[in-house]
């Protein structure tokens, strides 16, 4: 599976989007983006993930450039329950996640 | 509906003693997936089910971890000789089927090795 690349971390305002980026230079072209994040002291919770168009749940949305080589996730608007670890995973299917490092987003009121 | 649930929490025991960790998947799934977590990484994958055998175990790393899924539903993670290096949150996840988009991830259970 692809590898990717996060920033460590990132910081947000209530209220406002929260933007993150991943790069994923060598993705195949039959491998998916997947987001997860992780609360503290929970689970990974999937949020969302695309092939090649974007895509948009109730969650987030997921914008993935044309060459495929990097995508952002997009909360619309934070709220400090979005602070979390954000996992940007390249995979061809569901059937092993690997996890980086991740970005941890910080919401601040 | 009732999620992933994992049993116990927490489990404190002493090195070289065995241990096993349960997950309940949610009804109906048949892929099963078992991660592991060291503080300040991302999880890890250890070993993953579909239906009652194991597809990929490529994960675990030496032959003191065994998993089972005897009926395709329980999975049990077992651990023999606990060294202090498997401290660590022990993380199961469910999935519809093997080629689900979704995996539903536990709370996990959080193994000291003192």
């Known amino acids: 599976d692809a590898k990717t690349t996060q920033p460590t971390s990132m910081d947000c305002a209530e209220g406002r989007a929260a933007n993150l980026p991943c790069n994923h230079s060598?993705?195949?072209?039959?491998?998916?983006v997947y987001w997860y994040r992780q609360i503290h002291s929970q689970g990974p919770q999937y949020i969302i993930h695309?092939?090649?168009n974007n895509e948009t749940n109730e969650m987030a949305s997921l914008i993935i450039t044309e060459d495929r080589k990097s995508s952002t996730l997009i909360l619309p608007h934070a709220t400090l329950r979005d602070t979390a670890v954000y996992y940007c995973i390249v995979s061809r299917g569901a059937q092993k996640l690997v996890f980086g490092q991740g970005t941890r987003l910080t919401i601040n009121p | 509906g009732a999620g992933v649930s994992q049993t116990p929490s927490n489990k404190v025991t002493e090195k070289g003693k065995y241990v096993e960790l349960r997950c309940d998947p949610i009804?109906?799934?048949?892929?099963l997936y078992w991660y592991r977590q060291s503080l300040g990484q991302g999880p890890e994958f250890l070993i993953y089910f579909q239906g009652t055998g194991a597809a990929d175990d490529s994960g675990l790393p030496n032959d003191r971890f065994f998993a089972v899924r005897p009926e395709g539903s329980v999975s049990t993670l077992k651990i023999q000789r606990t060294e202090r290096g498997d401290s660590a949150v022990y993380l199961c996840?469910?999935?519809?089927?093997?080629?689900?988009?979704?995996?539903?991830f536990g709370p996990g259970t959080r193994l000291l090795v003192l």
């Open positions: 996840a469910s999935s519809q089927t093997s080629r689900a988009e979704t995996q539903y």
């Open positions: 009804s109906g799934h048949t892929a």
């Open positions: 695309g092939l090649k």
């Open positions: 060598t993705i195949s072209g039959n491998e998916y």
